[in-house]
Nanobody, 124 residues
């Protein structure tokens, strides 16, 4: 069993920044691919960003390209999501996920473990 714990959410104004962290513990492998997803009220969970086990491959949904950066520190078993130039439409609960593969993916069904989520609210 792997545990993923997200931290770093909060309330910011439009244009502000936040950095989310996702720490893994338990039966995990430091080089498994990880992803960030988000879910706004009344909407389905959607892909935000993902990173391969080595960190060499990253993917982003179009709406966050150029504003968000995903990175990882395998020594700390932690993945980060740096979010800049935040917009009200970024408001959602952000979830970290891990898949038992070093290859990244964008579909929720490709991930095996999920964190509890952290709320990000961007005020206009």
């Amino acid at each position: 069993q792997v545990q993923l714990v997200e931290t770093g959410g909060g309330l910011v104004h439009t244009g502000g920044s936040l950095r989310l962290s996702c720490a893994a513990s338990g039966r995990t492998f430091s080089s498994y691919a990880r992803g960030w997803f988000r879910q706004a009220p009344g909407k389905e969970r959607e892909f935000v960003a993902s990173i391969s086990g080595s960190g060499g491959t990253t993917k982003y949904t179009d709406s966050v390209k150029g504003r968000f950066t995903i990175s990882r520190d395998n020594a700390k078993n932690t993945v980060y999501l740096q979010m800049n130039s935040l917009k009200p439409e970024d408001t959602a609960v952000y979830y970290c996920a891990e898949r038992r593969s070093i290859v990244t993916a964008t579909n929720t069904l490709d991930y095996d473990s999920w964190g509890q989520g952290t709320q990000v609210t961007v005020s206009s």
